[in-house]
């Protein structure tokens, strides 16, 4: 009797491990990773930084895709509202983790929306000071557009990057008709502002 009970016990050990075993092979990060489409590595970010600004599509006229040229941004930096720098290794890691992971939370992304109203930017620099990466998000959309080098994550999670954001400081979110409505009014405002010898003309 003992030793069938011990058979048993030993059975539902090995069996709840295969399961398990299983369901991290599945489910778990290493399936869904794709950062080995990435052509720089983790350990060639040594700095990152992250910007926040009105829907960049409804103010900035080139509407180009490649938004960074000659080592800088390419649009009116002026309409930038923040700016945070990350140095710290844990952090640039964690925001690394979270890019590199497709997101398979229903309800979390828009992987083929038309929608893109991009108000975030993340820019990732070497030890050199150069960008060898960038990625622009639509937190309202689920969507994105990166560099070349950095496959487009546009099943990114949404709510955990914007988590991130939040943890990191930056503040600006469109995320209520009530910011709606403001974001409106401001960018409707720069149609009808002129800047004449560096003035600001109305």
Known sequence: M???LVLIIISSIVSCN????FEDETNGKKELDYSDAFEFKLEA???????SYPDRLAWDTLRHKGIIRNNKIDFDASMINEKVTLLKENQIRELFNLIKI??????????YSSCYMPRNLILFYNDKNKIIGHIELC???GTSESS??????????KDDVKDFFKKAGIKYFVDSEEKEEKERLFLDSLKTTKIVNNKVLK
């Not at 497709?102 to 992304?109: M, R, S």
């Not at 070349?148 to 990114?156: G, M």
């Open 102 to 111: 497709h997101c398979k939370v229903e309800g979390d992304v828009a992987p």
């Open 45 to 51: 970010i040594k700095r990152v930084e992250i910007f």
């Open 18 to 21: 295969r399961s398990k075993g």
């Open 139 to 141: 937190f309202e959309c």
């Open 2 to 4: 003992k030793k069938l």
């Open 148 to 157: 070349n080098n950095l496959k487009e994550n546009w099943d990114y999670c």
